[in-house]
């Protein structure tokens, strides 16, 4: 079955404890990215990549770090995790070709105290 | 930069009755239009998507979306809602030059559906 997997599902953490989120399609796409949703504001891309070992920042990367080392994963890393990172994380990926339909994970719920 | 606005931040409505869901963005190039649904505790789906050709697309669960190109609006719409509809709804964009790197999305729309 073609998805997008993410682990963990939900998380609670303290603030300043290094996580990392991943994420893992079998797709073969060449795209990824990685989404927070708040209240109110929407899915908001935090950093996209392109192809391993291209990677490039979306609209709020602070605090974040992302790497690409094979195609099919794109973890999300919060080395000193705070509380207004707590939020619904998603990922996504896609094809290189129009009209570059994403396709998400079933979310990580994370909260930073 | 693109923008999208989804106008209802929540739509209550009673099962059966026809519903709207409003969306506008705001883009200098051309570009292709989706809306995803997410039900409670799940990933987002893909409901439709708008590329070209005709204003009017069908999606999936019945929902239908209507491209207006001169009021920059992209509205969802089923006759009649089933209390399985409940869920968020987002619309977004992604401008056809340069739209691999992202979607834009609207803020959401909750949609209740009271028996």
């Known amino acids: 079955e073609a998805q997008v997997t993410q682990n963990p599902r939900y998380l609670i953490t303290v603030t300043g404890k290094k996580l990392t989120v991943t994420c893992s399609q079998n797709m073969n796409h060449e795209y990824m990215s990685w989404y927070r949703q708040d209240p109110g504001l929407g899915l908001r891309q935090i950093y996209y990549?392109?192809?391993?070992?291209?990677?490039d920042k979306g609209d709020v990367p602070e605090g974040y770090k992302v790497s690409r080392k094979e195609k099919r994963n794109f973890p999300l890393i919060l080395e000193s995790p705070s509380p207004n990172q707590t939020s619904l994380y998603f990922c996504?990926?896609?094809?290189?070709?129009?009209?570059?339909?994403?396709?998400f994970g079933p979310g990580t719920r994370l909260t930073v105290t | 930069a693109q923008s999208v606005t989804q106008l209802d931040s929540q739509v209550p409505v009673f099962e059966e009755a026809p519903v709207e869901l409003r969306c506008n963005y705001s883009?200098?190039?051309?570009?292709?239009l989706f809306w995803y649904v997410q039900y409670p505790n799940q990933g987002l789906q893909l409901l439709l998507k708008?590329?070209?050709?005709?204003?009017l697309v069908k999606g999936i669960n019945g929902f239908e979306a209507e491209f207006n190109k001169s009021q920059t609006s992209f509205h969802l719409r089923k006759p009649s809602v089933h209390i399985s509809d409940t869920a968020e709804y987002f619309c977004?964009?992604?401008?056809?030059?340069?739209?691999?790197?992202?979607?834009?999305f609207g803020q959401g729309t909750r949609l209740t559906i009271n028996p």
């Open positions: 708008y590329l070209s050709g005709s204003t």
């Open positions: 883009s200098s190039v051309s570009v292709y």
């Open positions: 996504a990926s896609w094809i290189r070709a129009a009209p570059y339909e994403q396709y």
């Open positions: 977004a964009v992604s401008d056809q030059p340069r739209g691999a790197q992202k979607l834009v």
């Open positions: 990549s392109m192809n391993v070992e291209v990677t």
